[in-house]
């Protein structure tokens, strides 16, 4: 359409060259002039053909850059969620292993209250029907060691 525009610019300055040489009100003045407000339309018409041409390639880019961010927003989500997954599954392994360990844990005290250190503890603390104890001496200094200040 430049193209265009630049004959039509050309043939408009060819006229007014050719309006300038003539008689003022001649049929060839007025010839001139017809041609030239003709030119004039059509360089009009192609102005607007132009813009319209950049209104809708600006439309389209700001779709385009709509869809790109809108699929970039998507990945990033799917991104998001997969990372949430994953931890959460991690999250699961550890509570799972938490479990087992404070289950390991409460059979290592049933074991041990029913075995060598069961006895021990029940020869240094003699626990009364309504679950106070009294203690040894043996037993004061291990309690006693474990809770001292500095």
Partial sequence: MDENLELIEQEKNRLLKELSKVEYGSDEAKRYLEDLKDLYAM???DHELINEEKRVEAEATAKAAALQLEHEKSVQEAEDK????KANRILGIIDGVAKVAV???GIVIAYMNNGFMGKALGEVFKFESDGHYIGSMAGKGIIGGLFRRK
């Avoid at 997969?82 to 997954?85: N, S």
Wanted: charged share 50%; net charge positive; glycine share 10%.
């Fill in 82 to 85: 997969e990372k949430e997954r």
């Fill in 43 to 45: 360089a009009n018409k």
């Fill in 103 to 105: 289950a390991g844990a």
